[in-house]
C-alpha cells in the first residue's frame, strides 16, 4: 500500500511491524541468574504465537511513538505525549504481522516524509519467557505500543512501507536518524507549548534530565550529540517555565517596574514549590528505601539464613548480598547493575532456590542495542 494522506491529513499506510525470529538477549534481561546470566541468549518468538488470536487483539489500536519511551510502556498517564499514531486491523502474512497504520502527529508526519526512518520496534507488556529443552520461548505475548526507530532489533523488514521506492537514494546514517527523531520530540514540545501545564512540563524536564544523565561522560560521537540535543530541550523547556503569561490580567501591571517584580516573584514562587517538591520526594525515596530494607531484609534471612547480612544498609546491599554469597555476581559486576537488574536477579535466585518452574516475567521490546550498553537501554530503539 502507497503512502494515503486523508482529508484530515493523517498519514496512512500498511506496516510490518514484527515477524516470528529468534532474537538475542542477554540472560539477565529474561531473569536468567546462573552461569548464563551475562551471556547472549536466543529467545524464539514464532508466527504462530505472534497470531494466536488474543496476541492479535492487543495489537489492534495500539499507539505508535517516536522511539521507545523511558519506561518501555505507554499508558493512559502520558499517552498525549507519547503518542504520534496507532496501529489497527493486525493480521498474519506469511512470517510477518501486519497493520495498517496511522500517523496522526503533523511533526512526526514531516519527520517521516523527509528522513529515511521507517524501521519499527514493538513494545510488549511483560513477557512470558518460558524454557523448554533448553531452548527459551516468548509466550502468551501482549502488544503495548509500536515504536518508530533509527534501528530495530527484529531487522529492517520490520518497517512502515515506503510512499515510493528510493532506488539510488542516499540513505540517511544512523546517528542522523537518531538525531532527527530527537529534533522531532523537541518540535513536538514546541507544537504543545499552549496546552502544557507547568506541572506538565516539569515532568518532561525530569524525564529529559534522566536520558542526558545516561549519555553523559560518554566519549562517543553519537552520545555527544545527543547529550547536546537533550540540553538544549531542557534548556527551552525552562525558558517556558519562566515565560509568563501574556493573557493572564493579574500578570499585566502598571508599567516596566511593575512587570519585573511580577516576574521575580513568580520565578522565586516557582523555584519554592521545586524545592518543596524535591523535599517531599527525596523524604518519600527515604521512606520508601527504609521499608524496602526491613522486607528485604526479613525475607532474605527466612530464605538465606547462613548469609551475612550486617553490614547492608538497604534493600539494595541485601539483595546484592544474597547474590554476591551465592557466586551469581562479583561485587563489582553488581555494583554496574540497576536496582531493577538486582531485583530481577533476587527474583530468580528466590524462584530457583524452591524449585518453581522457571516461567520469568520481564519487560521486553525488539528494539536493538549495542552489547555494550545496559540492559535498561538494550530494550528500547537506538
Request: include cysteine; charge should be neutral.
Amino acid at each position: 500500500m502507497t503512502w494515503e494522506i486523508t482529508p484530515q491529513g493523517y498519514l496512512k499506510t500498511t506496516a510490518k511491524i514484527t515477524k516470528g525470529s529468534i532474537l538475542q538477549y542477554y540472560g539477565h534481561e529474561i531473569g536468567l541468574t546462573d552461569s548464563r546470566a551475562n551471556k547472549l541468549v536466543d529467545v524464539n518468538r514464532t508466527i504462530e504465537e505472534l497470531s494466536k488470536p488474543d496476541t492479535l487483539k492487543s495489537i489492534d489500536g495500539m499507539p505508535i511513538t517516536i522511539t521507545h519511551p523511558d519506561k518501555k510502556s505507554v499508558d493512559a498517564t502520558d499517552w498525549k505525549n507519547k503518542t504520534v499514531g496507532h496501529v489497527q486491523n493486525p493480521r498474519a502474512d506469511g512470517n510477518y504481522i501486519v497493520c495498517d497504520a496511522y500517523i496522526q502527529d503533523a511533526s512526526a508526519i514531516e519527520l517521516l516524509k523527509n528522513k529515511d526512518i521507517r524501521e519499527l520496534s514493538v513494545g510488549y507488556e511483560p513477557a512470558d519467557i518460558q524454557e523448554e529443552n533448553g531452548k527459551f520461548y516468548h509466550k502468551n505475548i501482549k502488544v503495548n505500543h509500536v515504536a518508530i526507530v533509527a534501528e530495530g532489533r527484529a531487522g529492517s523488514d520490520c518497517r512502515l512501507n515506503d510512499s515510493k521506492p528510493k532506488i539510488g537514494a542516499n540513505l540517511m546514517p544512523k546517528k542522523n536518524k537518531l538525531l532527527a527523531l530527537i529534533d522531532s520530540f523537541r518540535k513536538r514540545l514546541n507544537d504543545a507549548e499552549g496546552e502544557l501545564s507547568k506541572e506538565e512540563i516539569n515532568k518532561m524536564i525530569d524525564e529529559l534530565t534522566k536520558q542526558l544523565e545516561e549519555v553523559q561522560g560518554k566519549e562517543d560521537e553519537e552520545s555527544k550529540a545527543k547529550a547536546d540535543e537533550l540540553q538544549k530541550q531542557i534548556d527551552e523547556l525552562k525558558a517556558k517555565l519562566e515565560k509568563p503569561n501574556d493573557n493572564d490580567p493579574a500578570a499585566s501591571g502598571n508599567g516596566e517596574d511593575d512587570k519585573d517584580a511580577r516576574i521575580t516573584a513568580l520565578t522565586a514562587e516557582l523555584e519554592q514549590v521545586k524545592k518543596e517538591r524535591d523535599e517531599y520526594k527525596a523524604r518519600v525515596e527515604e521512606l520508601e528505601a527504609e521499608k524496602d530494607k526491613d522486607s528485604v531484609m526479613n525475607d532474605a534471612k527466612a530464605r538465606f539464613p547462613k548469609v551475612k547480612l550486617n553490614d547492608a544498609k538497604s534493600g539494595r546491599d541485601v539483595r546484592i548480598g544474597v547474590l554476591v554469597d551465592h557466586g551469581i555476581y562479583t561485587k563489582d559486576q553488581a555494583s554496574k547493575l540497576t536496582d531493577a537488574e538486582i531485583r530481577a536477579a533476587y527474583a530468580g535466585l528466590v524462584a530457583t532456590s524452591t524449585k518453581k518452574n522457571k516461567v520469568v516475567s520481564s519487560l521486553l521490546n525488539d528494539s536493538k542495542e549495542a552489547q555494550t550498553k545496559s540492559a535498561s537501554k538494550r530494550l528500547g530503539g537506538k
